[in-house]
């Protein structure tokens, strides 16, 4: 008859950081948890995080959303770049398939909106994109 042995290579549920903080922050953090706002320092900084997270969960999820691999045709045109530049925001375009950026977006208007490219396939732009991009492509 065989035993189950328990598994002891569990993940843990919590992953240990460490930070430097000053003796001011520090001594304001104790004195929260002398006066009982929380149970200890751990609890005042996760309670920090994840307040921030919260403040800027729109944000973490078009970052996400940006971030997913498509599978196909991904056609980057001038339109598309300047929507994306006036956004503030930034491109990390990952396609399995074929990426093509039209003849008319300029270098500087690719380096400003585009922050890396992952294709697993082919990639079609003029010598000049590629050449502005040439750090950015993986």
Known sequence: ??????????????????????????????????????????????TAIRNQLDNHVETVSKTIDRHVMELG??????????????????????????VRIDADVTPDLARATIGSITVLGGFQASAEIKAALADRIR
């Open 1 to 46: 008859m065989t035993t189950i042995k328990p598994l002891r290579d569990k993940m843990p549920d919590t992953e240990k950081v460490t930070i430097n903080l000053g003796y001011v922050d520090l001594g304001r953090i104790d004195l929260l948890v002398q006066e009982g706002f929380y149970s200890n320092r751990s609890d005042l900084i996760r």
């Open 73 to 98: 045709l991904r056609d980057l045109s001038r339109a598309d770049l300047e929507s994306v530049r006036a956004a503030g925001e930034l491109l990390h375009v990952k396609v399995v398939g074929l």
